[in-house]
Nanobody, 123 residues
């Protein structure tokens, strides 16, 4: 089972930016859609963003639309999440996930997951 590895989390102030990276050693990375999800303490895991295999299609949760940008580099088998204008409510563990073919906002569609990286937004 492929293991994805997220990096880039940390402690930042409201209004700051952070860029998460995910290394995805999937054999057919170019045929996989990728997604980012997050889980705040005491809450269910929720969808953040997803991107198609070639980056042509992206989708975002309403709560992050206009502030977060998902992208990918197929040559490096990596996916990124640029997070701008961070808010305290963005505090969560962020997970990278991969699935064959089409993007999805549903975590149960994703067979491949990372261990997560903590993002804390606090003044």
């Amino acid at each position: 089972q492929a293991q994805l590895v997220e990096t880039g989390g940390g402690l930042v102030h409201p209004g700051d930016s952070l860029r998460l990276s995910c290394a995805a050693p999937l054999r057919d990375f170019n045929s996989h859609a990728m997604g980012w999800f997050r889980q705040a303490p005491g809450k269910e895991r929720e969808f953040v963003a997803t991107i198609s295999w070639n980056g042509g299609v992206t989708n975002y949760a309403d709560s992050v639309k206009g502030r977060f940008t998902i992208s990918r580099d197929n040559s490096e088998r990596k996916v990124f999440l640029q997070m701008d204008s961070l808010r305290s409510e963005d505090t969560a563990v962020y997970y990278c996930a991969g699935k064959p073919f089409r993007p999805s906002a549903y975590d149960h569609d994703y067979p491949y997951w990372g261990q997560g990286t903590q993002v804390t937004v606090s003044s």
